[in-house]
């Protein structure tokens, strides 16, 4: 994954079962576990939880801004880029079109953008749901070198009109930002309408969400907050212009304004039950604007979004009525697991709250681990280098991550959930990810 694209961060599945919790769930514990996080450096952000309409918990950590001249704690009002949450507000606006008669969801790409590969045959639905072929031009090795500056939509649909075709529309399921893009221009070219308009007056305005809008360049004095990575200090980010993502993932929010978007969605507040039913109805993976995240025998429907340093997970309950929301603007524990911890707290699960320890290696003792590594089980190879002392990992078309030294030949990448636990001897390192383990094995040099 593109550290800068505006995607969605890997989400595992949540492992827990529901239980009451209401008004006496462990607050002063919730505020532990943020709060251990913020002084570990581990996570900057807020967090939200709504239950059954009412906000039952909202905190804010971090800074929105660490520079000399402006250096800000983040607060309950500060304002996050949500990436591909941004989708989830797109998609309701399309519907709302729909049950207008403005278009339908067999309405063909060619009526609007003809240049698109497969115009004539992809249609409004195979856009909203991933099925269209369309190529994601975030996934290409140039993006990173000309997100940053500003793009008209002639050239926006010039930059997805060159893409190659993935598939045949309709055949598969394949995430590409390319296709809510061009959702975002239709809603302008039905409405006659800029974006951010449209956005204020179909949704944020219709529900009073007073802190969700049309980002731009980030504004401090808005409470906007810049975005960060940690390499033993927290770096800034560079900003993608937000003329790129438009409908894929322009949008800012706080979690606050998050659940009550979410709440209002299922309450039928913005569109109607049957189009409700199309976001949330899933194929291979993926719905129309929305995700379903599983865990033992219920479902839980929302969204995750990344874009630069920020990243961001949505999610509700429907049969609990319940919402959470989380944006980050730097991120290093597992937001898989911030939200599992948050959750067992809310509904008052055993839970122990995460121990930190560091363990120290000397820039010498990281000689033995560096080199490339190779796997017989995944087609990957992955490089490790050091730095200032710092370990650094890259798999082939990649960024490079720091690890961390966990304990004797331990090393962890925690944003990803990644543990290496290396045998020199064997030149060799197992990798643990998401409940899979693959071995790696060091190439001898001539």
């Not at 918990?57 to 001249?69: D, F, M, N």
């Not at 339908?104 to 115009?119: C, E, I």
């Not at 810049?226 to 322009?250: C, L, R, V």
């Amino acid at each position: 994954m593109k550290t800068k694209a505006f995607t969605l961060p890997l989400i595992a599945l949540f492992a827990f079962s529901c239980i009451s919790a209401g008004q006496s769930f462990n607050k002063v514990k919730l505020d532990s576990l943020l709060n251990l996080l913020a002084e570990k450096n581990k996570a900057m952000g807020s967090l939200a939880i709504s239950d059954k309409g009412n906000i039952m918990y909202t905190k804010a950590i971090g800074y929105s801004s660490i520079t000399p001249q402006q250096k800000r704690s983040a607060n309950e009002k500060t304002k996050y880029r949500i990436g591909s949450i941004s989708k989830m507000f797109t998609a309701t606006l399309i519907f709302q079109l729909i049950e207008e008669g403005k278009l339908d969801l067999s309405t063909t790409l060619d009526k609007y953008f003809p240049t698109v590969p497969n115009a004539k045959t992809i249609t409004i639905g195979n856009l909203l749901n991933h099925r269209s072929g369309i190529h994601s031009f975030t996934n290409d090795s140039s993006y990173l070198k000309w997100c940053y500056e500003p793009k008209t939509r002639d050239e926006m649909i010039c930059i997805i009109s060159e893409g190659k075709t993935e598939f045949e529309p309709g055949s598969k399921t394949e995430y590409s930002n390319s296709n809510f893009v061009l959702l975002g221009y239709i809603v302008e070219k039905i409405t006659n309408k800029l974006y951010p308009e449209v956005l204020s007056e179909r949704i944020t305005q219709k529900i009073g969400l007073q802190d969700t809008y049309y980002g731009g360049k980030a504004d401090i004095s808005k409470n906007e907050s810049y975005s960060y990575n940690f390499d033993g200090e927290w770096k800034q980010e560079p900003e993608t212009d937000m003329s790129i993502p438009h409908g894929a993932g322009s949008v800012i929010s706080t979690s606050s304004d998050l659940v009550k978007f979410i709440e209002a969605l299922f309450a039928g507040k913005l569109i109607n039950e049957n189009s409700l039913n199309n976001m949330n109805t899933i194929t291979d993976g993926l719905g129309m604007g929305m995700m379903q995240f599983p865990y033992e025998e219920r479902k839980i429907y929302g969204h995750g979004g990344a874009i630069d340093g920020f990243n961001s997970l949505l999610c509700y309950f429907p049969d609990e009525k319940l919402a959470i929301a989380y944006c980050s603007n730097g991120t290093v524990y597992s937001i898989n697991d911030l939200l599992l911890g948050a959750l067992s707290i809310y509904f008052g699960k055993t839970y122990s709250l995460p121990v930190f320890t560091k363990y120290t290696v000397t820039p010498e003792e990281l000689d033995q681990y560096l080199g490339i590594y190779s796997s017989a089980q995944i087609p990957l190879k992955i490089t490790l280098t050091k730095k200032d002392g710092v370990l650094y990992g890259q798999a082939t078309g990649q960024p490079s991550f720091p690890l961390e030294a966990a304990a004797k030949h331990v090393f962890k990448f925690e944003r990803a959930g990644i543990v290496m636990t290396f045998d020199p001897e064997k030149n060799e390192f197992l990798l643990e990810q998401g409940g899979g383990k693959f071995t790696f094995t060091k190439e001898i040099q001539d």
